[in-house]
């Protein structure tokens, strides 16, 4: 198969197959052309020694993506939003690792918080996160250890399953259960 770096817009699941089913070297080297600078890019933060961070990042992210390809489903997430939720996931990695907290400046990428400048949005917005706070408090613990999972730390279901030692079943039941009741304590908190 012909992998071509101008062509418009790569087939990036193939690409992937490629990586994951042959260890394809020539894949992987258009996967790593494409993707690592936008890594780096997206890592730079506003601190001595970032670009070392940033090559670090594109290196560890490299490495699962060599690792993990195996694991990439195209029915649950394009390439670059698998590709990226690695990348967040080694970029929390990586500062646990350094154990140095991060001022969180608002014109980093990876700052999530959005500020609103409507006061009204924002009041409701943090009764919003509060009710969610005080409803996961109300979960039984096994469904906030799920929620946690898959919301939180970003994993599949599958992935959750995986770590958590149960049946997916199980995983997708505690998810809907919880949703449901943190939904109706929402409702009940208006």
């Given at each position: 198969m012909n992998y071509r770096t101008d062509e418009a817009t790569p087939d990036w699941p193939t690409i992937m197959g490629r990586i994951a089913n042959s260890r394809d070297r020539g894949a992987f080297a258009i996967f790593f052309d494409y993707f690592a600078p936008k890594i780096k890019a997206y890592s730079h933060a506003k601190q001595p020694g970032a670009e070392l961070m940033a090559d670090e990042l594109v290196q560890d992210v490299m490495l699962r993506v060599w690792e993990k390809a195996h694991t990439y489903k195209v029915e649950l997430a394009s390439v670059s939003t698998w590709l990226f939720t690695l990348c967040r996931n080694c970029r929390?990695?990586?500062l646990r690792r350094t154990k140095k907290t991060v001022p969180l400046d608002s014109d980093d990428i990876w700052?999530?918080?959005?500020i609103s400048p409507d006061p009204f949005l924002s009041v409701q917005q943090q009764r919003i996160e509060k009710g969610i706070r005080d409803g996961m408090a109300q979960l039984p613990q096994e469904q906030i250890q799920v929620l946690t999972k898959v919301?939180?730390?970003g994993k599949t279901q599958q992935q959750a399953a995986q770590e958590l030692g149960l049946p997916l079943g199980t995983?997708?039941?505690?998810?809907r259960l919880s949703l449901k009741k943190l939904?109706?304590?929402?409702?009940s908190s208006k």
């Amino acid at each position: 198969m012909n992998y071509r770096t101008d062509e418009a817009t790569p087939d990036w699941p193939t690409i992937m197959g490629r990586i994951a089913n042959s260890r394809d070297r020539g894949a992987f080297a258009i996967f790593f052309d494409y993707f690592a600078p936008k890594i780096k890019a997206y890592s730079h933060a506003k601190q001595p020694g970032a670009e070392l961070m940033a090559d670090e990042l594109v290196q560890d992210v490299m490495l699962r993506v060599w690792e993990k390809a195996h694991t990439y489903k195209v029915e649950l997430a394009s390439v670059s939003t698998w590709l990226f939720t690695l990348c967040r996931n080694c970029r929390i990695d990586q500062l646990r690792r350094t154990k140095k907290t991060v001022p969180l400046d608002s014109d980093d990428i990876w700052y999530e918080q959005e500020i609103s400048p409507d006061p009204f949005l924002s009041v409701q917005q943090q009764r919003i996160e509060k009710g969610i706070r005080d409803g996961m408090a109300q979960l039984p613990q096994e469904q906030i250890q799920v929620l946690t999972k898959v919301y939180i730390q970003g994993k599949t279901q599958q992935q959750a399953a995986q770590e958590l030692g149960l049946p997916l079943g199980t995983v997708k039941s505690r998810i809907r259960l919880s949703l449901k009741k943190l939904e109706q304590l929402l409702r009940s908190s208006k």
